[in-house]
C-alpha cells in the first residue's frame, strides 16, 4: 500500500484506518454499489400465517459476522416473539458449529449460498448483519434496494448505510439482547416496518453501479493527473 499512488477504502471507516497505517493523505472513500436484484415473491409471503422471515447472509465467521449472536438471540425470540423465524443463508469457516447451535432452535432454518438470491430476499421481512466488524456492508446495500429494513451491529462502516430509526435499527456489537429487541420491534410494528423499508430502498438508490464507476474514473484521471504533474516538475 505504501507504494501506492492512491488507496480506496469503502467506507470513511476504512479509509481512516488507512490514513493512520499509512501516515499520508493518499486515501480515498468509494463505497460500493448497491446491486439490484429483482425481489420474487416468495411463496409464504402470500400466506397470512407465514412466520416473520428474517434473513442474514454472508461468510459463515463467527469472529466477523457474528452469526453466533444470531443464535444467542433466536433462543431469546423463541418465548417473546414466536412468529420470528431466522432464515440463515451462507457458508464459511464456522458452517457445522452453526449447525450445530440451530439443531435446538426450531426458529432456525439454514440453506447453502444462493446463485439467485431474489426468491430468498423475497421470503424475507427484515435482514440483520449481527457483525462484529464490517468494512461497510454490500449485503446490507443489497437488501436495501429490494426494500428491507435492517438491523445490523453499530460497528465497522455499517452507520455510514444504516441509519438508526431512519432506513434501519443499529444495535451494540455482542449484544444478544438487544440484537432480540430490535427483530421483535419490527415483528411487532408493521407501520415502522414499512416506513424503514420504504427509506432502505432511497438509500440504496444512492449507492448505485453508475456512480461508483464515476468516482473510481475520476479517482483515476486525478491520479494520472498528479503523475503528469509530478513529472514534469524534474
Known amino acids: 500500500y505504501s507504494r501506492a499512488s492512491r488507496v480506496v477504502g469503502v467506507s470513511d471507516r476504512v479509509s481512516a484506518l488507512m490514513k493512520a497505517y ?14 439490484r436484484i429483482p425481489r420474487r415473491t ?5 400466506d ?10 454472508g461468510t459463515i465467521h463467527f469472529d466477523t459476522k457474528g452469526q453466533d449472536l444470531l443464535m444467542a ?20 469457516p464456522d458452517a457445522r458449529s452453526l449447525q450445530e447451535m440451530a439443531a435446538s432452535l426450531p426458529n432456525v432454518r439454514m440453506i447453502a449460498w444462493q446463485s439467485d438470491m431474489s ?3 423475497g421470503e424475507m421481512d427484515v435482514l440483520v448483519q449481527p457483525s462484529r466488524f464490517e468494512a ?12 428491507l429494513p435492517v438491523v445490523a451491529s453499530d460497528v465497522g ?25 430490535a427483530i421483535a420491534r419490527l415483528a411487532n410494528d408493521e407501520a ?20 461508483m464507476a464515476e468516482d473510481y474514473w475520476s479517482t483515476y484521471l486525478n491520479v494520472l493527473a498528479s503523475e503528469q504533474a509530478r513529472r514534469l516538475t524534474f
Open 48 to 57: 397470512p400465517h407465514r412466520d416473520f422471515v428474517v434473513g442474514c447472509v
Open 73 to 92: 438471540a433466536a433462543r431469546r425470540l423463541l418465548g417473546s416473539c414466536p412468529q420470528v423465524e431466522l432464515l440463515v443463508i451462507g457458508d464459511g
Open 157 to 181: 462502516g455499517i452507520p455510514e448505510i444504516v441509519q438508526s430509526e431512519v432506513n434501519g435499527l443499529l444495535v451494540p456489537a455482542n449484544a444478544p439482547d438487544h440484537l432480540a429487541s
Open 119 to 121: 426468491a430468498a430476499y
Open 192 to 211: 415502522l416496518l414499512r416506513r424503514l423499508g420504504a427509506s432502505a430502498n432511497r438509500t440504496a438508490s444512492r449507492f448505485g453501479v453508475k456512480r
Open 22 to 35: 499509512l501516515r499520508n493523505g493518499n486515501v480515498t472513500t468509494i463505497p460500493d454499489c448497491a446491486v
Open 136 to 147: 461497510l456492508g454490500s449485503t446490507i446495500l443489497e437488501a436495501m434496494s429490494v426494500g
Open 42 to 46: 416468495g411463496t409464504r409471503r402470500n
